[in-house]
Each structure stands twice: as structure tokens, then as C-alpha cells.
């Protein structure tokens, strides 16, 4: 699969690179969502704007993905960090779950 442009591609993205079902990926859960682990969490959190001739030219989208997991040494972190556009923010655990957190732009 090629590097996302939107976010249902980034979706897709998500669940083919982890092998995590649709169910275990989500776009911005509502609070009081039951995760099933390991998970994805993703949210847009910033928008790369390019401008030209006085007009915006074009947007990139930037994704905060946040891997979550029961296993310290999650197997889907190097799966992240082999990734181009992809770059590694930081890590933490809270209630004996491991999350890494990562930036992904998409191709737009």
C-alpha cells in the first residue's frame, strides 16, 4: 500500500501495516470508548499550508498516532519508525499501558 493521502486511506493504512482489525484503529474515539489493546488512536494535529500566486496552493495534514499497548517492547513501534513521513514524539505509560506517540503526514 502507497503512503495515504486522506484520512480513510490513512485508515486503511493503519490496519494493513499493524494487522490490527478496524476495531482496534480509531479516528478521535469518543470519551468512554472500550479499547481493545493493542490500538491505534489518531487525530489530526496540525496542517502544513503551502502558498503560491496569493492563494493557498496546497495542504499537507499531519496525524498524531498513538500506538497503545499491554507489551513494553510492542512489536508495531519498528513498523513506525521504518515509515517515511513518520517521525517518533515520545513515550510514556499510564495505568500499566505503554503508549508511543507518533507524528504521520499524509502525501497531500
Known amino acids: 500500500m502507497t503512503h495515504p ?4 486511506e490513512l485508515q ?3 490496519q494493513e501495516i499493524t494487522g490490527l482489525p478496524e476495531d482496534h484503529v480509531f479516528f478521535q474515539p469518543p470519551s468512554g470508548t472500550k479499547l ?3 490500538c491505534v488512536v489518531y487525530r489530526l494535529s496540525d496542517l502544513d499550508q503551502i502558498y503560491a500566486d496569493n492563494g493557498n496552493f496546497r495542504n499537507q495534514h499531519c496525524y498524531e498516532v498513538t500506538l497503545i499497548s499491554k507489551n513494553p517492547d510492542s512489536k508495531h513501534c519498528e513498523t513506525f519508525e521504518r515509515l517515511p513521513k513518520c517521525r517518533f514524539l515520545r513515550s510514556f505509560s499510564s495505568d500499566t499501558l505503554n503508549h508511543w506517540v507518533y507524528r504521520l503526514w499524509t502525501n497531500l
Open 5 to 8: 493521502n486522506t484520512r480513510t
Open 12 to 14: 486503511a493504512f493503519l
Open 36 to 38: 481493545k489493546y493493542p
